[in-house]
């Protein structure tokens, strides 16, 4: 594991939507003694070049180990927004149509965006090979598009579900809030301070803090988890078992994924009474105004009643040093939200069981789950559609 030290940056950082700026060099960081972080710690940006991300790997449509994810997020100026077309499209192939009708149904949920304070949605005509119904589950207010439809004689079909995007900046880590905080009555408080089957509560990711006084202000406690799990795992995607959210098995391997990252913050946000959430989507490239998205992006939401709730995006940190202050708070508009939460029961109810999370769509024929191989994504984004 790497060596923790806590520090904060004198600096932070914002880049101007859309196109390239040129930057101070920032300073060096100071590292800080803990105790004398003040109790009404927060963090301002500065601006800073962009960063371009390598391309991603290929995807997975199960959530599994083999997840990936595309992060090409940069900062933008306060208040920026950007709209977009997205196009949630899939081909399912290689289907052998059956004798027997069970074994020939097919059934199909998908993620569905939806507007937030954060993002507006509209959700455009759809094309597949039966009708989409859209249901929306209780616990956690995600909307899910479902349909059932058989086998066809060709063993493939296409699903294509596009919208039309205006997401905004999100800056909630700041020493002014121009809106009203919004409380958390006590199931949702419950929620997201319960344990999930990848991310516990208690045992080994508690062993971190083994190092660590806590201290008492609740913001300025998040940002020293921030700190711990941003300096304890690496961004890195190899061999197996990252991608899947597992803070124990994060917590032995120092690596994985944005979902890795997240899961490790929430098990140690959860710990100490800080209700937090997952959230999941896609990232929106910063470096053309079209093409293909390969793969999801994820982050996490804290809670404080003196914030509300307030984001943390600790892998796109790790990955751009420079803007880890403009991540403890922030979140750039070049982003989608499709569903949050973990252990996610579908609508109407599947053969499967719950879903360790929501971004692939969930086929299920003849009421055994779909492999990945049978599924070829094909998302896609226009600034012009």
């Given at each position: ?47 800073d070049?962009p ?82 119904a ?17 086998i ?23 020493d ?15 929620l997201?301070?319960?344990?999930d ?19 008492t ?33 994060v ?23 800080l ?111």
């Open positions: 594991m790497k060596q923790f030290v806590f520090a904060t940056s004198l600096v932070c950082a914002i880049c101007l939507l859309g196109c390239v700026q040129s930057a101070p060099t920032p300073p060096p960081a100071t590292t800080v003694n803990p105790q004398s972080i003040p109790q009404n710690f927060t963090s301002e940006p500065q601006p070049k960063v371009v991300d390598p391309a991603p790997d290929t995807n997975s449509t199960t959530g599994s180990s083999n997840d990936t994810e595309i992060e090409t997020a940069r900062p933008a100026d306060k208040g920026k927004s950007r709209q977009f077309t997205f196009h949630y499209r899939f081909q399912v192939k290689d289907l052998k149509p059956q004798a027997d009708a069970e074994m020939n149904r097919v059934r199909v949920w998908l993620p569905a965006a939806s507007s937030s304070s954060e993002q507006d949605v509209k959700r455009l005509a759809a094309t597949g090979p039966a009708e989409i859209e249901h929306r589950e209780a616990q956690f207010g995600n909307t899910l598009l479902y349909f059932e439809t058989t066809p004689e060709s063993g493939e079909f296409t699903v294509d579900v596009p919208y039309q995007v205006t997401r905004r900046e999100v800056l909630r880590g700041r002014q809030l121009s809106e009203p905080i919004a409380s958390l009555d006590e199931p949702k408080r419950t997201f301070l319960r344990a089957k990848f991310v516990p509560i208690d045992g080994k990711p508690l062993r971190l803090l083994d190092m660590v006084e806590l201290l202000d609740r913001m300025a406690k998040a940002r020293q988890l921030y700190d711990l799990v941003d300096q304890h795992v690496a961004y890195k995607k190899e061999g197996t078992g990252w991608g899947r959210g597992d803070s124990n098995w917590c032995d391997s120092g690596y994985g994924n944005c979902t890795d990252f997240h899961s490790l913050f929430i098990s140690l946000a959860r710990s100490q009474g209700p937090a959430r997952f959230e999941i989507g896609f990232s929106i490239p910063t470096d053309k105004s079209s093409g293909a998205i390969t793969g999801y992006h994820c982050w996490a939401w804290f809670h404080t009643d003196e914030r509300g709730w307030v984001p943390v995006d600790i892998s796109e940190a790790d990955k751009n040093p420079l803007l880890k202050d403009y991540y403890f708070g922030g979140l750039t508009p070049d982003r989608v939200t499709f569903s949050i939460g973990r252990d996610l029961e579908l609508i109407p109810k599947a053969v499967a069981p719950p879903l360790n999370f929501l971004i692939y769509p969930h086929i299920e024929v003849g009421g055994i789950a779909l492999s990945k191989e049978n599924v070829s994504l094909q998302f896609q984004f226009g600034e012009k559609d």
